[in-house]
């Protein structure tokens, strides 16, 4: 079976693709890894003939008690003042946040969040989020690798408390460990 089958037969079963411009907003400084442009590679490739039968929608912002369902809220609120009015400001030795980065962190958490309540709604049969800043090394309250949100621990902890959902795998396929996602669900076995 070739692309165009697989992904005739995911358009059939309802898979939908969740992005926002506002992600390309994130800037984390010239000649950084996590820029916009390989963003940009997946929207390229989700914008070709083989892929435009897929539904598409925008990434809301998420919404604070979502992301407080893994982050404490002074945490979210430090990540919301951090955010520079221009220019860039450096979290740690890789996470730096530009003005747009703190809209694109709510719009990549709700991307997430949506994905849970369209398949978990029977809307979709399963969903990708195209979005950034990442998530998975993003700690309870201390960003870190290019991530501010825990993006799939937001995502599976709204699967919980919103749709009942007693267990919740997280397939992260990153060749670096995420670290962040780890320690968040550490306690739940």
């Known amino acids: ?23 390309l907003a994130h800037d984390m400084g010239e000649g950084h890894p996590e820029r916009p442009d390989r963003l940009r590679a997946i929207e390229r490739v989700l ?8 539904a598409r929608d925008a990434a809301p912002r998420a919404d604070l008690a979502a992301i407080a369902r893994v982050h404490p809220q002074d945490y979210i609120e430090a990540i ?4 520079p009015k221009e220019g860039l400001i450096a979290l740690d030795a890789d996470t730096s946040m530009s003005a747009g980065s703190f809209e694109a962190a709510l719009r990549a ?17 399963n969903a990708f989020v195209s979005t950034r800043p990442p998530g998975h090394h993003a ?3 201390t960003p870190m690798g290019f991530c501010f949100f825990n993006n799939a621990a937001i ?5 919980q408390a919103a749709h009942g959902a007693e267990h919740v795998a997280i397939m992260d396929f990153d060749v670096h460990h995420g670290n962040g996602t780890q320690h968040i669900f550490w306690d739940d076995a």
Do not use: W, Y
């Open 139 to 141: 700690e309870i309250a």
């Open 1 to 23: 079976m070739g692309v165009r089958e697989i992904v005739n037969q995911n358009a059939k079963n309802g898979t939908l693709v969740i992005s926002h411009p506002a992600c």
């Open 155 to 159: 995502a599976a902890r709204h699967a």
């Open 109 to 125: 958490a709700g991307g997430a969040v949506f994905a849970v309540d369209e398949v978990m709604g029977g809307k979709v049969r």
């Open 47 to 54: 914008e070709s003939e083989a892929f435009q039968m897929l």
């Open 80 to 83: 919301r003042a951090a955010a």
